[in-house]
Structure formats: structure tokens, C-alpha cells
């Protein structure tokens, strides 16, 4: 069982360069979403989704896209990164019947210099 | 605005301590409270408490919820160095799921031999 993946697991980024951080989960969630670390600061929703095709925006959207095109993907999109960027992010995946519970990938260590 | 407030951020004792870990939170509509544990990357899920107020119970881990305080108390007694990782407390509100849960700051604890 791979679970929910993500890639790459460390990345170094010039400030304004884009990137895309890859998301993929093999449970047949539903539900995924993208959050970031900081340190101090928890872990902050960047977007979600509750289905293929279908996105919203969380907490701290500014400066990221996200589309969901199948199930089991859902890549989150730098635009133009910004040393604020600098962050670790975490895929999650989950379903309703879980009731809460969010199954989390290993996450990427963005530095954007 | 949803919020949740952990502490204390950080924690130091030794190997055999007990420890007890708070969590506080406003919410609009409360659906479930929930604990992971950190270590070096992905949280993983520990406890999901709702307003029945029933206690969850792993081994040397509990947790409980007080609705009428809206908060949550995680303990762990006879701590192992093992023990040591970051204690996240998440609140999933109602209507919305857990595709988009509130985190708090997260308690460092750190367990000394």
C-alpha cells in the first residue's frame, strides 16, 4: 500500500521560477488537499478538492493552482515562487466516512531563494 | 474566523514523565477533534474525539474532550524517548469535512533518557 505520495521530497527554487509538487493517492479518496508548514505556525490549508474536477480554495491560496483531474492526482502549481514560499508541504487524502481522519504524504522541503 | 490554540509549543522531560498536552479551540460548527503525532515528516493519525466526550485510549496515549470548555487534553504516561515528535491538534468542521482541517501550533515535546 503506497498510500498518498508526493514528489519530489526536496526542491530549491530561484525566486520566480514555477514548479508543479506532485500529489498521488492509491485509496480512492475523495477528499485531498495541500497544506504548508511553517515553523510556529501549524499546518495551513493551500486547497482542496472533494472530487475530480472540482477545487476550492483554503487559507493561504495567494501565489498557488491546483486542478484535479483524476481521482488520484492532484498536483499543486507554483506560479512564481517567492522566498515567502519557502515551506514544507503535505498532500492529504481522505473520505467522508472517515470522519476526520487525513492520511498524509512525507511532504516537500521547498526553499525558494 | 475557526481557530485552535495548542500548548504549551514546547516540552521537555524525562523518560518515565507524565505529560498532559492542551488544545483549545473556536469553531462555527464543531464536528470532531482530532491528535496526530509528528515525528520527521507526515503526521499520523492518533485520536478523533467528538462531543460525546467519550475518552480515547492507546497504550500509554489518552485523550479526551470537554465540550463545555471547548477543549481537549492529550496525555501520556510513563513517556519513552520514542515519545518524542511534534502533537498536533485539528479540529474538522461540520458541513466542510476533514478535506479542511484547522491546525493548531503544534507542541514540540522532547523526551530526555
Same mark, same amino acid.
Given at each position: 500500500? =503506497?498510500?498518498?505520495?508526493?514528489?519530489?521530497?526536496?526542491?530549491?527554487?530561484?525566486?520566480?521560477?514555477?514548479?508543479?509538487?506532485?500529489?498521488?493517492?492509491?485509496?480512492?479518496? &475523495?477528499?485531498?488537499?495541500?497544506?504548508?508548514?511553517?515553523?510556529?505556525?501549524?499546518?495551513?490549508?493551500?486547497?482542496?478538492?472533494?472530487?475530480?474536477?472540482?477545487?476550492?480554495?483554503? &487559507? +493561504?491560496?495567494?501565489?498557488? $493552482?491546483?486542478?484535479? %483531474?483524476?481521482? &488520484?492526482? !492532484?498536483?499543486?502549481?507554483?506560479?512564481?515562487?517567492?522566498?515567502?514560499?519557502?515551506?514544507?508541504? !503535505?498532500? =492529504?487524502?481522505?473520505?467522508?466516512?472517515?470522519?476526520?481522519?487525513?492520511?498524509?504524504?512525507?511532504?516537500?522541503?521547498?526553499?525558494? +531563494? | 474566523?475557526?481557530?485552535?490554540?495548542?500548548?504549551?509549543?514546547?516540552?521537555?522531560?524525562? #523518560?518515565?514523565?507524565?505529560?498532559?498536552?492542551?488544545?483549545?479551540?473556536?469553531?462555527?460548527?464543531?464536528?470532531?477533534?482530532?491528535?496526530?503525532?509528528?515525528?520527521?515528516? =507526515?503526521?499520523?493519525?492518533?485520536?478523533?474525539?467528538?462531543?460525546?466526550?467519550? #475518552?480515547?485510549?492507546?497504550?500509554?496515549?489518552?485523550?479526551?474532550?470537554?465540550?463545555?470548555?471547548? %477543549?481537549?487534553?492529550?496525555?501520556?504516561? =510513563?513517556?519513552?524517548?520514542?515519545? %518524542?515528535?511534534?502533537?498536533?491538534?485539528?479540529?474538522?468542521? !461540520? !458541513?466542510?469535512?476533514?478535506?479542511?482541517?484547522?491546525?493548531?501550533?503544534?507542541?514540540?515535546?522532547?523526551? $530526555?533518557?
Amino acid at each position: 500500500n =503506497a498510500g498518498v505520495t508526493q514528489t519530489p521530497k526536496f526542491q530549491v527554487l530561484k525566486t520566480g521560477q514555477s514548479m508543479t509538487l506532485q500529489c498521488a493517492q492509491d485509496m480512492n479518496h &475523495e477528499y485531498m488537499s495541500w497544506y504548508r508548514q511553517d515553523p510556529g505556525m501549524g499546518l495551513r490549508l493551500i486547497h482542496y478538492s472533494v472530487g475530480a474536477g472540482i477545487t476550492d480554495q483554503g &487559507e +493561504v491560496p495567494n501565489g498557488y $493552482n491546483v486542478s484535479r %483531474s483524476t481521482t &488520484e492526482d !492532484f498536483p499543486l502549481r507554483l506560479l512564481s515562487a517567492a522566498p515567502s514560499q519557502t515551506s514544507v508541504y !503535505f498532500c =492529504a487524502s481522505t473520505y467522508p466516512d472517515l470522519r476526520g481522519e487525513a492520511f498524509f504524504g512525507q511532504g516537500t522541503r521547498l526553499t525558494v +531563494v | 474566523e475557526d481557530k485552535v490554540v495548542q500548548s504549551p509549543l514546547s516540552l521537555v522531560v524525562h #523518560e518515565g514523565d507524565t505529560v498532559t498536552l492542551n488544545c483549545s479551540y473556536e469553531v462555527t460548527n464543531f464536528r470532531s477533534l482530532l491528535w496526530y503525532k509528528q515525528e520527521k515528516k =507526515a503526521p499520523t493519525f492518533l485520536f478523533m474525539l467528538t462531543s460525546s466526550g467519550i #475518552e480515547k485510549k492507546s497504550g500509554r496515549l489518552s485523550s479526551i474532550l470537554d465540550k463545555k470548555e471547548l %477543549s481537549s487534553i492529550l496525555n501520556i504516561t =510513563a513517556t519513552q524517548t520514542g515519545d %518524542s515528535a511534534i502533537y498536533l491538534c485539528a479540529v474538522e468542521p !461540520f !458541513f466542510q469535512g476533514a478535506q479542511k482541517l484547522v491546525f493548531g501550533q503544534g507542541t514540540r515535546l522532547t523526551i $530526555n533518557p
